[in-house]
């Protein structure tokens, strides 16, 4: 199955282009071909937001190996060196091509006595393949930035804060010397930087230290540079990382793409892993503070009046007046407001479709049932998101043990008869039969709310009769004022007659006339009185 890019990478792509970069850039940068790239954005602009297949990405900042068989393009060791030639100098293809098949150099010494007859010692072969070894290796690219263009971010031990004696203990804390931790944020062009202490490297004193380092700076840059912590990356990946989902966030806000380093590799934000040196050795060292925030003032005033004031070892120029001409006009403008932060974690749906926050609970569509989804909430509201972070249910935040229910979250099969009202009963009634309608009409007109639950009885007599034999039924009842649900079930079972209303008659042959009854009843008088 072909590789698919991440929602973070998509959203460094996505936000580069917007800035003016160019397919070939973006790719240099995030490490993903130009098609791969201009793919994305087509797409982007199309309003598709699916991933796709990811061609074979290229490598960056990296000059091209040796080619050739033979190590043919290898450089000779330095010329003019003292000493005899080694006794492994014929063989020094052969060599170089076993070094190459990562052979090991005892392997490589039996080989060339039984194969070549070699007569040097064992000690003569490893000073000879860490000779070419070292004329092998290429030096370091050292990487240089645009003003604006890149801002090294990382942590660093910071100075003690110990509580004075006689003042009371902060909850939860029972030391009164703590550790602390030292955030700073160098611009790369300038070499401008902002300096900050927290207690701990949590995703939300991370954000907090870069907003205002941003602040502090006067603008945003366009891409921040920062190791594999785990307060922003949930998964390091020199190709493709997985960021902390708030982290996205906020870069979205700010209009800004994090790139993280080669996992291992300190050498990718180096300006940044100095400047920790500097700030511990100069401005911390030997020194202990009685609160964090006596600390980080003391940080602000040391950066102004010491860091900004030098002449930078490499730049050549003062920190300060290359950040004020050059730099911060680079700088993309800051948002109107600063990013909300909020609380999230990964929540499963239980079986009654809610996930649980702060004890509360709150329902999702039903086919996240039994799925992990993201949720977030600042005190306000409640997100839920999907896997792909697209967000899938909204609510208001809830007292515990509260729940909140969207109605579209309900199956349709789900939905109650009460809850559907009488209303939707009633045209589902119509759709039976003429005379179902009309017997549900005027049952419901007559029985009020109690009749609801009758009248969702008749829509599941549907479910075992035929609708023409309900029909019929509740036409017959119709005929009889009849408007009890049992009636309707015995007239479906006995398939009962109409009843029929007769005229009276005055003439018929079995109907004797009025005077044959007068004369029976005088003969029956007569009889008695004489008896």
């Given at each position: 199955?072909?590789?698919?890019?991440?929602?973070?990478?998509?959203?460094?792509?996505?936000?580069?282009?917007?800035?003016?970069?160019?397919?070939?850039?973006i790719?240099?940068?995030?490490?993903?071909?130009?098609?791969?790239v201009k793919?994305?954005?087509?797409?982007?602009?199309?309003?598709?937001?699916?991933?796709?297949?990811?061609?074979?990405?290229?490598?960056?900042?990296?000059?091209?190996p040796?080619?050739?068989?033979?190590?043919?393009?290898?450089?000779?060791?330095?010329a003019?060196?003292?000493?005899?030639?080694?006794?492994?100098?014929?063989?020094?293809?052969?060599?170089?091509?076993?070094l190459?098949?990562?052979l090991?150099?005892?392997?490589?010494?039996?080989?060339?006595?039984t194969?070549?007859?070699?007569?040097?010692?064992?000690?003569?072969?490893?000073?000879?393949?860490?000779r070419?070894?070292?004329?092998?290796?290429?030096?370091?690219?050292r990487?240089?930035?645009?003003?604006?263009?890149?801002?090294?971010?990382?942590?660093?031990?910071?100075?003690?804060?110990?509580?004075?004696?006689?003042?009371?203990?902060?909850a939860?804390?029972?030391?009164?010397?703590?550790?602390?931790?030292?955030?700073?944020?160098?611009?790369?062009?300038?070499?401008k930087?902002?300096s900050?202490?927290?207690y701990?490297?949590?995703?939300?004193?991370f954000?907090?230290?870069?907003e205002?380092?941003?602040?502090?700076?006067?603008?945003?840059?366009?891409?921040?540079?920062?190791?594999?912590?785990?307060?922003?990356?949930?998964k390091?990946?020199?190709?493709?990382?997985?960021?902390?989902?708030?982290?996205?966030?906020?870069?979205?806000?700010?209009g800004?793409?994090i790139?993280?380093?080669?996992?291992?590799?300190?050498?990718?934000?180096?300006?940044?892993?100095?400047?920790?040196?500097?700030?511990?050795?100069?401005?911390?060292?030997?020194?202990k503070f009685s609160?964090?925030?006596?600390?980080?003032?003391?940080l602000l005033?040391?950066?102004?009046?010491?860091?900004?004031?030098?002449?930078?070892?490499t730049?050549r120029?003062?920190?300060?007046?290359a950040?004020?001409?050059?730099?911060?006009?680079?700088?993309?403008?800051?948002p109107?407001?600063?990013?909300?932060l909020?609380?999230?974690?990964?929540?499963?749906?239980?079986?009654?479709?809610?996930?649980?926050?702060?004890?509360?609970?709150?329902?999702?569509?039903?086919?996240?049932?039994?799925?992990?989804?993201?949720?977030?909430?600042?005190?306000?509201?409640?997100?839920?998101?999907?896997?792909?972070?697209?967000?899938?249910?909204?609510?208001?935040?809830?007292?515990?043990g509260?729940?909140?229910t969207?109605?579209?979250?309900?199956?349709?099969?789900?939905?109650?008869?009460?809850e559907?009202?009488?209303t939707?009963?009633?045209?589902?009634?119509r759709l039976?039969?003429?005379?179902?309608?009309?017997?549900?009409?005027q049952?419901?007109a007559?029985?009020?709310?109690e009749?609801?639950?009758?009248?969702?009885?008749?829509?599941?007599?549907t479910?075992?009769?035929?609708?023409?034999?309900?029909?019929?039924?509740?036409?017959?009842?119709?005929?009889h004022?009849?408007?009890?649900?049992r009636?309707?079930?015995?007239?479906?079972?006995?398939?009962?007659?109409?009843?029929?209303?007769?005229?009276?008659?005055?003439?018929?042959?079995?109907?004797?006339?009025?005077?044959?009854?007068?004369?029976?009843v005088?003969?029956?008088?007569?009889?008695?009185?004489?008896?």
């Open positions: 199955m072909a590789n698919q890019l991440k929602m973070a990478q998509i959203h460094s792509i996505l936000t580069l282009h917007a800035r003016g970069w160019s397919y070939r850039r790719g240099r940068e995030l490490g993903v071909h130009r098609e791969t793919r994305y954005v087509e797409l982007s602009e199309a309003a598709a937001s699916d991933g796709s297949e990811m061609p074979d990405r290229c490598i960056q900042n990296r000059p091209n040796p080619t050739g068989s033979g190590g043919q393009n290898r450089p000779n060791p330095p003019g060196s003292s000493g005899p030639t080694s006794k492994c100098e014929p063989f020094r293809e052969q060599i170089t091509q076993a190459d098949k990562g090991s150099k005892q392997r490589i010494w039996q080989d060339l006595q194969e070549h007859d070699f007569d040097g010692g064992y000690d003569c072969l490893k000073r000879f393949a860490r070419l070894a070292v004329a092998a290796n290429l030096p370091f690219r990487m240089e930035c645009a003003p604006g263009a890149e801002v090294q971010i990382d942590f660093g031990t910071g100075a003690p804060v110990v509580t004075p004696e006689g003042e009371p203990m902060p939860g804390v029972k030391s009164r010397r703590r550790k602390t931790h030292v955030l700073r944020v160098v611009l790369s062009h300038s070499r930087a902002y900050e202490v927290v701990r490297q949590t995703t939300d004193d954000i907090r230290c870069i205002n380092a941003f602040h502090h700076f006067g603008g945003v840059p366009e891409t921040l540079v920062i190791d594999n912590l785990k307060a922003a990356v949930t390091a990946d020199w190709f493709d990382p997985e960021l902390n989902p708030k982290i996205q966030s906020f870069c979205r806000h700010y800004t793409v790139l993280p380093t080669k996992p291992r590799t300190p050498r990718h934000k180096g300006k940044t892993e100095r400047g920790i040196d500097y700030v511990q050795e100069n401005a911390l060292r030997g020194r609160s964090l925030a006596e600390q980080n003032r003391h005033d040391w950066e102004s009046q010491v860091a900004d004031t030098r002449i930078h070892g730049t120029k003062q920190v300060r007046k950040f004020e001409e050059i730099e911060k006009p680079a700088l993309h403008p800051l109107v407001s600063r990013f909300p909020f609380a999230e974690a990964k929540r499963k749906v239980n079986r009654d479709g809610h996930v649980e926050v702060a004890k509360a609970y709150y329902s999702v569509p039903p086919e996240y049932l039994s799925w992990q989804v993201w949720v977030r909430w600042d005190g306000r509201t409640v997100r839920v998101f999907n896997q792909k972070f697209e967000q899938i249910a909204y609510h208001v935040q809830q007292d515990p509260r729940f909140s969207n109605d579209q979250h309900i199956p349709r099969q789900k939905r109650s008869g009460i559907q009202g009488a939707s009963l009633l045209r589902k009634a039976i039969g003429i005379n179902a309608g009309r017997w549900s009409e049952m419901v007559c029985r009020g709310l009749g609801v639950r009758p009248l969702m009885g008749l829509l599941s007599l479910n075992k009769y035929e609708s023409v034999e309900v029909d019929r039924a509740c036409e017959l009842a119709l005929t004022g009849a408007y009890r649900l009636t309707i079930r015995e007239l479906i079972k006995r398939q009962g007659d109409r009843q029929e209303q007769f005229e009276f008659v005055q003439e018929h042959p079995i109907i004797r006339c009025l005077s044959e009854y007068d004369d029976l005088h003969t029956a008088f007569t009889k008695e009185k004489s008896a």
